[in-house]
């Protein structure tokens, strides 16, 4: 079946970089498009990024597009994201998740809870 | 930016009961719009995409109705394990999706 399974909790001091992974198996990895998407603590979600794994064309949210990154390795099939020069209020819970129907979440990970903290 | 507002903001209610939450869009959005469902320390799981298309493996008594700024997603007969919050997703102009606010569904 489709797995996501996303790297550790991180914990970071304010301008420190993170890189979080995401593994992914069960279907063809560059069939399908990845969102990274954030929760801060009791709030909604946030879009960050998105990848298309068969041809690495990123789009990334205005608010993040000047310090973070996504990439894939497709032999690896695994999904990154890096975000640099953080502050606490990207203390969050980040998730990858699987696009489909062009537009919708139908797998994600676990999350991988990031504290950003002096 | 579209915005998007979920109402209430919780509910409680008991097994066997139907619940009736609410999502509205600041512009219209044709029937782009989805519904999870996220319990405590897990990832949100979709419930419905397309405003009314349920998910593979998802249970009938989940159903979602609405098109241009106004939509629902309605649980017949609650069961125990249908108590968590809610989120709609809308998805007009992919990937710049934005989340409702969340509603949470609790026993009473």
């Known amino acids: 079946q489709v797995q996501f399974v996303q790297s550790g909790a991180e914990v970071k001091k304010p301008g420190a970089s993170v890189r979080i992974s995401c593994q992914t198996s069960?279907?063809?990895?560059?069939?399908?498009?990845i969102q990274w998407m954030r929760q801060a603590h009791g709030l909604s979600l946030e879009w960050i990024g998105w990848?298309?794994?068969?041809?690495?064309?990123?789009q990334y949210s205005e608010r993040f597009r000047d310090r973070v990154t996504i990439t894939t390795d497709t032999s690896a099939t695994m999904a990154y994201m890096e975000l640099s020069s953080l502050k606490s209020e990207d203390t969050a819970i980040y998730f990858c998740?699987?696009?489909?129907?062009?537009?919708?979440?139908?797998?994600w990970g676990q999350g991988s809870l990031l504290t950003v903290s002096s | 930016d579209i915005q998007l507002t979920q109402s209430p903001p919780s509910v409680s209610a008991s097994v066997g009961d139907k619940v009736t939450i609410t999502c509205r869009a600041s512009?219209?959005?044709?029937?782009?719009l989805a519904w999870y469902q996220q319990k405590p320390g897990k990832a949100p799981r979709l419930l419905i995409y397309?405003?009314?298309t349920l998910q593979s493996g998802v249970p009938s008594r989940f159903s979602g109705s609405g098109s241009g700024t106004d939509f629902t997603l309605t649980i017949k007969s609650l069961q125990p394990d249908d108590f968590a919050t809610y989120f709609c997703?809308?998805?007009?102009?992919?990937?710049?999706?934005?989340f409702g606010q969340g509603t949470r569904l609790d026993i009473k």
């Open positions: 998740a699987r696009v489909r129907r062009g537009s919708y979440f139908d797998s």
């Open positions: 069960g279907y063809t990895f560059t069939n399908y498009a």
């Open positions: 990848i298309n794994p068969g041809n690495g064309y990123t």
């Open positions: 512009l219209p959005i044709n029937d782009w």
């Open positions: 397309s405003a009314s």
């Open positions: 997703q809308e998805a007009k102009d992919f990937p710049a999706i934005t």
